[in-house]
């Protein structure tokens, strides 16, 4: 295998308690930060060569968002790698019980292409924070960006404890094949395929593994709303990154009134962001390749163009573009878009919604838009999801204290925060007892009697709180 070595030159240093000290994690997450800084232009350029990705959103989301996990890591990994004591027994009272912060040992990340510097440092913020050796593998798919990380990441970090591996999807292939002690995927429109590949692969090894897998996220819009400010916080949501986010918007379903308000707002929205001809906006991405490009603009059949439609296959461009009137059988309802396409399906209410999402496979995210509280409140109730937004969409992804990630369909695990510490650290239930008192351990010793077992019951027994014994 040709990263066997690789990956045991890792194992070896993992093994020698090289990545255990704080120090030496702090020390590397601080190396981090350096290429961020240091290479903060160099990242704006990659992301915009390789799909047109506005300076705006990529300093917000591969730079200003990576730095916030990275701090908030730095601040708290004191107290995070510290054993927490638990509570204890009546038979252990004298003695230690604790969970320690263990690592795994040698980790491999696997990077997207939609967010390709974000999606691939803030599982590794994580991974290192916990004490691990990593692989990374940033996607092949921007190009730009994968030889920026390949070249320069190595010149920050320890080399004998992460490591770059750039490949295709045959290499990649191979490099499943050797024993990691952890595996984070994440995946982008073709998520739950591949996911179902890694977790085969992972199988093999008895591999724990964290699958971000994206889906089509439903976004109900109630009767009830300020109809200007839902269209440009949806209208942002779907079409930031040109739509390729796994957390965007898939598809508004609303009544037939709703429908008809929404149209004009999301016009003036779209107009007001990116001008009359978004083709021109600086402001507007584009998509990422060739293939994605002929997948996207193949969904533009579905219902009727209320709102853009154009396209140009030479720049990759596809206007941001709202359907109007979508049938749950057209082809935008088969898959998720990962484009800027927003198609409006209709339903008479919100019971009628809910049992539309409930029908189908739980989504990475829910957004719900209403003045009435009790409505968004409703949706988050009876559905289910990896995450949820009220009246807003994306937000959540901001908040380093909320965990995120999906469920079934849309992945497995979660992170950000303390929660990519915790995805990457193996909590290890541990008791250090007194060598002496061995009186104390005669009751579960044999020979066993009657009277033993009511005074094992006794000092072991958990009662319920608020239950009374009558004596």
Known sequence: NPYAGLVSHLRAAWLSGKTRPMEYRVAQLEALGRFLDEKKQDILEATASDMGKPSFEAYFTEILLCKNELNNTLNNLSHWMKDEHVDKNLVTQLDSAFIRKDPYGVVLIIAPWNYPIHLLLVPLIGAIAAGNCVVVKPSETTKNTERLVAEMLSCYLDNDCFAVVTAGVQETTRLLENKFDYIFFTGTSRGPSVGRIIMTAAAKHLTPVTLEL?????????????????????????????????????????????????????????????????????????????????????????????????????????????????????????????????????????????????????????????????????????????????????????????????????????????????????????????MGLEALNALRYPPYSQQKLGLLTATFEIKRKGMCTLL
């Open 214 to 434: 994206g889906g089509k996220n439903p976004c109900y819009v109630s009767d009830t709303c300020n109809v200007q400010n839902v269209a440009q916080r949806v209208a942002w949501g779907r079409f930031f990154n040109a739509g390729q986010t796994c957390i965007a918007p898939d598809y508004v379903l609303c009544s037939v009134e709703m429908q008809e308000k929404l149209m004009p707002a999301l016009r003036e929205a779209i107009t007001e962001f990116f001008g009359s001809n978004p083709r021109e906006s600086p402001d507007f991405g584009r998509i990422v390749g060739d293939k994605q490009f002929r997948r996207v603009r193949a969904l533009l059949c579905s219902g009727r163009v209320a709102i853009g439609g154009q396209t140009d296959e030479k720049e990759r461009y596809i206007a941001p573009t709202v359907l109007a009137d979508v049938l749950p059988s057209d082809p935008a309802m088969q898959e998720e878009i990962f484009g800027p396409i927003l198609p409006i399906v209709v339903v008479a209410n919100m019971d009628e919604a809910i049992d539309f999402i409930n029908a189908r496979p739980r989504p990475l995210a829910i957004y719900a838009f209403s003045c009435d509280s009790k409505v968004v409140n409703q949706v988050l109730e009876r559905t289910s999801s990896g995450g949820f937004c009220g009246n807003d969409t994306l937000m959540h992804v901001t908040l380093t204290s909320l965990p995120f990630g999906g469920m079934g369909n849309s992945g497995l695990g979660k992170y950000h925060g303390k929660f990519t510490f915790d995805t990457f650290t193996h909590h290890r239930g541990c008791l250090h007892r007194n």
